[in-house]
Each structure stands twice: as structure tokens, then as C-alpha cells.
């Protein structure tokens, strides 16, 4: 099972990015999943989830209103559409799915992907 980002970069401050989440060895149509972010040294922390059935997303208030996230079930992939972007947006990126639905939590999911770095330029 794996989960694999990409997308990540740098940018300048209120530009965008598109990150994505390719998701192979089973199907992750019935998983919530979700996007985390981490700083060096400090804990990872939610960005934003999205249900199993795309039909509810979930955001940190941190990033409500300049990011979405979407998901394809049918190609097992999650987006995370990033606007207006921070330099405080600046993290290593992470994609996750969580069998028990989605939770600001990550002790509550199952499988990680590797990150994808996105920095962003004031």
C-alpha cells in the first residue's frame, strides 16, 4: 500500500500550488483522507480532510478559505488546492487515509505518504 505525493515547490507569497495524492495497492474509496503538514522540530498538524464519499471537507482555520481539497475515487487520488499562500504555509506536506473516518487526529490513520515540501518565499 502506498500513498505518494507530489506537487510540492517553491513559491512566492500569495501564489499557488497543487498537490496531489496518488494512492495504489488496495482501494481508498471507503477511507477519509486527509493532508498534514510539519515544520522541522515541531509536530505534524492537520490541514485539511476530506470523507470517503467526497461529500464533506474539513479545514484547519489556519486554511479555510485559500485552500480545497477534492478527491477522485475513481483514479484513488486526493488534491489539496493551495491559494494565497504563506510564508507560514511553509512545511513538509503529507498525504494520509484513515479507514475510521477523518479526524484532526493523526494517530487516527493508517497510512502515510512519504511528504512533499512546499516552501514558500515572503
Known amino acids: 500500500v502506498q500513498l505518494v505525493e507530489s506537487g510540492g515547490g517553491l513559491v512566492q507569497a500569495g501564489g499557488s500550488l497543487r498537490l496531489s495524492c496518488a494512492a495504489s495497492?488496495?482501494?481508498?474509496?471507503?477511507?477519509?483522507m486527509a493532508w498534514f503538514r510539519q515544520v522541522a522540530g515541531k509536530e505534524r498538524k492537520f490541514v485539511a480532510a476530506?470523507?470517503?464519499?467526497?461529500?464533506?471537507?474539513n479545514y484547519d482555520d489556519s486554511v479555510k478559505g485559500r485552500f480545497i481539497i477534492s478527491r477522485d475515487s475513481a483514479k484513488n487520488s486526493v488534491a489539496l488546492q493551495m491559494n494565497s499562500l504563506k510564508p507560514e504555509d511553509t512545511a513538509v506536506y503529507y498525504c494520509?487515509?484513515?479507514?475510521?473516518?477523518?479526524?484532526?487526529?493523526?494517530?487516527?490513520?493508517?497510512?502515510w505518504g512519504q511528504g512533499t515540501q512546499v516552501t514558500v518565499n515572503s
Open positions: 495497492g488496495r482501494t481508498f474509496s471507503s477511507f477519509a
Open positions: 494520509a487515509a484513515a479507514q475510521s473516518g477523518w479526524s484532526r487526529a493523526d494517530q487516527f490513520y493508517d497510512y
Open positions: 476530506i470523507t470517503w464519499s467526497g461529500g464533506i471537507a
